[in-house]
């Protein structure tokens, strides 16, 4: 037991090319199962798509066992946004089969593993130049992406009709209209819950196009905490810290 819990560690910490791989392997994995939610969202669920889910929902409670596992401290662990997310996902897909017409819309928090994309980013920092330089702009476009598809698979399931042929473009297209303010009008939400929820995508879907606008444009920093003062954001080529005159050994390639 003790060899094999060092083994799953090796896997989900490790700098090895083997564990770097596996970790990325997590990655698409989350990837197709992020799009299996997505397409299976509005349609009825028979054996094959009752069956997949359940494959799915037991990879992703393999990995959850395997991280509350290996984890220092496994109660800040579950007190993790992204840890309470896989939970609800993982029930969601594990009692799939139980879920009579009514109660078919749970199925949204599907949607909830998108999530999870916040737990890469330790290894995206540790692993990539590039996203360590783009950081804040990486960010703010996750912030942005799980913000809109989370949206539209709301839209999705509570006010676009099961008649339409394009269920899923139609809540995306709405939910990308409304975001950026444009107001088409060719589809509407007409309820009085559909009018809040469509001011709720553009309040907080403004907010987060206008976050991703300063990532993108403001000068770019770099993280490293400042070992005398604190201070983690500096600027790429930085020697001394700006706040306290530390100096700073920040990692760089360099200027060609």
């Known amino acids: ?45 028979g054996p094959g798509i009752t069956f997949a889910s359940l494959c799915i929902g ?10 509350l596992w290996i984890a220092k401290d496994r109660w ?22 139980f ?22 980013l330790r290894d995206l920092r540790r ?10 702009a990486v960010i703010a476009a996750i912030n942005l992406m799980v913000f809109v598809f989370a949206t539209s698979t709301a839209v999705l399931v ?19 209209a409304t975001l950026t303010t444009t107001g088409f009008g060719d589809i509407t939400l007409d309820t009085p819950g559909g009018k809040l929820f469509s001011v709720f995508i553009m309040v907080v879907g403004v907010a987060l196009f206008v976050r991703l606008a ?3 444009f403001m000068p770019q920093k770099v ?13 790429p080529d930085a020697v001394h810290c700006k706040h306290c005159g530390e100096v700073l050994k920040i990692e760089t390639g360099g200027t060609v």
């Not at 083994?7 to 990655?27: C, E, Q």
């Not at 037991?58 to 991280?67: E, G, M, T, W």
């Not at 692993?127 to 804040?136: G, K, L, M, V």
């Not at 509570?158 to 990308?176: E, R, V």
Request: aromatic fraction near 14%; glycine fraction near 2%.
């Open 223 to 235: 993280r490293h905490k400042c070992p005398s003062c604190g201070l983690y954001r500096h600027d």
């Open 214 to 216: 300063q990532a993108i």
């Open 158 to 176: 509570f006010f676009i009709p099961d008649s339409s042929q394009t269920a899923y473009i139609d809540a995306l297209y709405f939910t990308m």
């Open 58 to 67: 037991f990879v992703i409670l393999v990995d959850f066992l395997a991280r």
């Open 1 to 45: 037991m003790v060899r094999l819990k060092q083994t799953v560690k090796f896997l989900y910490v490790a700098h090895d090319p083997v564990s770097v791989w596996f970790r990325y392997g997590l990655i698409v994995f989350d990837a197709v199962s992020i799009v299996f939610f997505i397409a299976t969202a509005n349609v009825t669920h």
């Open 76 to 97: 800040k662990l579950l007190r993790k946004v992204y840890t309470l997310a896989d939970i609800v996902v993982i029930v969601s897909l594990l009692l799939d089969p």
């Open 99 to 120: 879920l009579p017409g009514n109660l078919a819309f749970v199925r949204i928090l599907r949607a909830l593993r998108l999530i999870h994309s916040y737990h890469l």
């Open 127 to 136: 692993d990539s130049q590039f996203f360590r330089t783009h950081e804040d």
